[in-house]
């Protein structure tokens, strides 16, 4: 009973493709039978896999059914985060995904979910990425104020629904948290953020995280050790369709 994680399996089987890294790249052809031959290889039934957003590239939900019906094929319980291309997910009609697609698929918002004696607790999150203004050697002189002035409102307004999956989790009982983000908790412009400190303050073990593709985009924020929290990346192409494994069974 082993708890595992992914990012970004950007599905497309009723859905137009237009990311041109996932056309041309390498690392993202026949990606979907590298993961689920990975899946079949790692997980059971009784493990639990979190997917960390941007499950489909479907703009609703007629267009993401066979995206769906993949990741219900896949071993185990399935916990799904919202990633900035999930068009299909309404935050505010979250219960009615959940109503449609449980028991084989669970959509996290605003709520917590279990996994032995732990609260798995996640939202989208948001991170500032430009548009930044460079130098001659690409080097970050200035940024698009009013780009990051809205950044901020939606940070908070994200760090607003991970705080109230915390409570609720802590409400209940739970003292052992592990946190999930699609975006990276910090942008490449800060050492620390409200997310790496809320993940401080109530305690949480790991902090994992998506969104971050191509190699010159794998280092753009923690990974590691920091605060006493162990920090991890789990975008597909990062791991190269490999779910990590979060925490032994």
């Known amino acids: 009973m082993s708890l595992y994680a992914i990012g970004d399996l950007h599905l497309h089987y009723q859905s137009v493709l237009k990311a041109a890294n996932q056309l041309h790249d390498r690392v993202w052809k026949n990606h979907e039978e590298k993961f689920l031959k990975n899946c079949r290889k790692a997980i059971t039934d009784e493990d639990t896999l979190v997917l ?6 479907g703009k609703n939900l007629s267009e ?15 916990i799904l985060i919202r990633g900035n291309h999930d068009l299909f997910w309404d935050v505010k009609k979250t219960g009615k995904l959940n109503e449609r697609f449980r028991p084989g698929l669970t959509f996290l918002q605003d709520s917590y979910e279990t996994y032995r004696d732990y609260a798995l607790v996640g939202t989208k999150g948001f991170t500032f990425e430009g548009p930044f203004y460079l130098d001659r050697w690409g080097r970050i002189v200035g940024w698009d104020e009013e780009a990051r002035t809205h950044a901020k409102k939606l940070v908070e307004r994200e760090l607003g629904r991970l705080r109230k999956s915390f409570e609720l ?5 739970y003292r052992k948290f592990i946190m999930f983000l699609h975006y990276p908790p910090t942008s490449i412009l800060e050492e620390r953020s409200g997310f790496t400190d809320m993940a401080q303050e109530y305690g949480a073990e790991q902090v994992i995280y998506a969104h971050c593709h191509g190699e010159s985009r794998f280092h753009d ?3 590691g050790d920091f605060q006493g929290i162990r920090y991890s990346l789990v975008s597909g ?11 032994d069974g």
């Open 237 to 247: 192409d990062f791991r190269k369709w490999k779910p990590l494994k979060v925490l």
């Open 64 to 78: 993401c059914e066979r995206d769906f019906q993949y990741i219900s094929d896949l071993p185990g319980r399935k």
């Open 169 to 173: 989790a802590k409400a209940d009982g």
């Open 52 to 57: 960390v957003g941007d499950h489909s590239w």
């Open 221 to 223: 924020s923690i990974q």
